[in-house]
């Protein structure tokens, strides 16, 4: 028996032994990443499968190697899904074109450059420090580099998206790729009046959704289908699928956007990857899942409402979705000591600049959170008000140990009584 055919762990017990530490924390942590979730034991199933093995360049029907019988099922299955999924709930009726193949969320959107646009030519999209994304342009980013960028923002007073602002310097700029997306941004976007300021000066609508996919699939939020050119996400986040990526698209752009990405930037697809996405696009047909994404939306906003109550106040004033931005200007102090305290309590979560911030990116003012994970768990209402209060005590004395130890183990025991979906402790 050759070390192939045995177990991880007499294979690789380091490994083993990190793996089974993550699956404990997973357990017995309250996990608010805006971007994480739990992926079900079927969609992990599908990722560890054989289907790693299999090498498949191009696409269904037009593939580079032989033996693809079976790959080209799992493809056209994942397709039909997203495509039944996200035209079921869209803004206007279209003619969907999707690729399940980008690896990941930022391949996606660099598929989007490589199919409309040329080096040099003119993005607009959400500036990073106003909830935007890295690849919409910021200048740290290739988009920022090999290509013009002119980003927009939030108003001052209330830190929404300043549709006004949008419109003039989409007339000034007159860009050829207009970015409707975020990262940071608690509010639902509005898709028309987006498509309305692209119309205007001839630009290519593109809708990032990566975030709110799931909530778009289920309903629960404003669809981008039918009204931008081309829409991107992630498979993980609020879509609860794998790590992985997908673009829809109207299907004039299909021949574009499927050149972008094979031969374009990548080589074959991760077909295991594929399957996963398949996978978790019929558990999003089921019957549970809109009560899920709207219980995502439900928790947010209690958890918004309980940390303003604490004295912890939410840019915008609340949520529309799954995240919140907490503002802890006025505690003087940084986001990074506190998300480091809470991390030692127990409830995981990442530090982050709020609009106008005036600390330093890399120790800003904020926290940012969300609750996919939690409410995939199956926690509501008084779990959200206990985590409110959990995490004021922590802003209130983040270096008192005997309290962070305190309130590790209360998170552990909610934690006991909502087992995680998919880790077998």
């Not at 990857?273 to 999003?284: G, L, S």
């Amino acid at each position: 028996m050759t070390s192939r055919d045995i177990s991880l762990e007499a294979v690789d017990p380091e490994i083993a032994k990190l793996i089974a530490e993550e699956n404990r924390r997973e357990h017995e942590t309250m996990r608010l990443i805006a971007s994480e979730n739990y992926a079900s034991h079927a969609v992990m199933a599908a990722t560890g499968s054989c289907l790693t093995n299999k090498y498949s360049e191009g696409y269904a029907g037009k593939r580079y190697y032989e033996g693809q019988q079976t790959i080209d099922q799992v493809e056209e299955l994942a397709i039909t899904r997203v495509k039944a999924l996200f035209t079921a709930t869209a803004a206007k009726p279209c003619d969907l074109h999707v690729n399940v193949q980008p690896y990941s969320g930022s391949p996606a959107n660099l598929a989007v450059y490589l199919a409309f646009l040329q080096p040099g030519d003119t993005v607009m999209g959400l500036s990073l420090a106003a909830g935007g994304h890295l690849t919409h342009g910021h200048t740290v980013s290739i988009t920022g580099r090999y290509f013009k960028s002119v980003p927009y923002g939030v108003r001052r007073e209330d830190a929404r998206i300043d549709l006004d602002e949008v419109r003039k310097l989409a007339k000034e700029h007159r860009p050829k790729l207009l970015w409707a997306g975020t990262t940071a941004y608690p509010r639902t976007l509005d898709f028309e009046a987006f498509r309305s300021i692209a119309d205007e000066v001839g630009a290519i609508l593109a809708a990032d959704i990566a975030h709110i996919s799931g909530l778009v699939a289920a309903g629960v939020h404003p669809s981008p289908v039918g009204l931008a050119d081309v829409i991107t996400s992630t498979t993980h986040k609020t879509f609860r699928g794998p790590r992985g990526g997908m673009i829809l698209c109207k299907a004039e752009h299909a021949s574009a956007i499927d050149k972008a990405v094979f031969p374009g930037l990548q080589g074959g697809p991760h077909n295991n990857t594929t399957a996963a996405i398949a996978v978790a696009a019929k558990e999003a047909q089921g019957p549970t899942f809109k009560g899920y994404a709207e219980a995502v939306v439900a928790n947010a906003k209690t958890l918004a409402a309980a940390l303003g109550e604490k004295g912890l106040p939410v840019t915008t004033g609340g949520t529309d979705n799954h995240l919140m931005l907490v503002d802890l200007t006025g505690k003087g102090i940084g986001g990074k000591p506190i998300a480091r305290a809470l991390d030692k309590a127990g409830i995981v979560l990442n530090y982050n600049a709020v609009p106008f911030d005036t600390r330093k990116p890399f120790d800003p003012s904020g926290l940012r959170l969300g609750t996919p994970a939690v409410t995939s768990r199956g926690m509501g209402k008084e779990e959200m008000m206990r985590l409110a209060s959990w995490i004021a005590e922590v802003v209130e004395s983040p270096t008192d140990e005997t309290k962070l130890a305190r309130i590790a183990t209360e998170v552990r025991d909610v934690c006991a009584k909502f087992p995680a979906p998919g880790i077998r402790v």
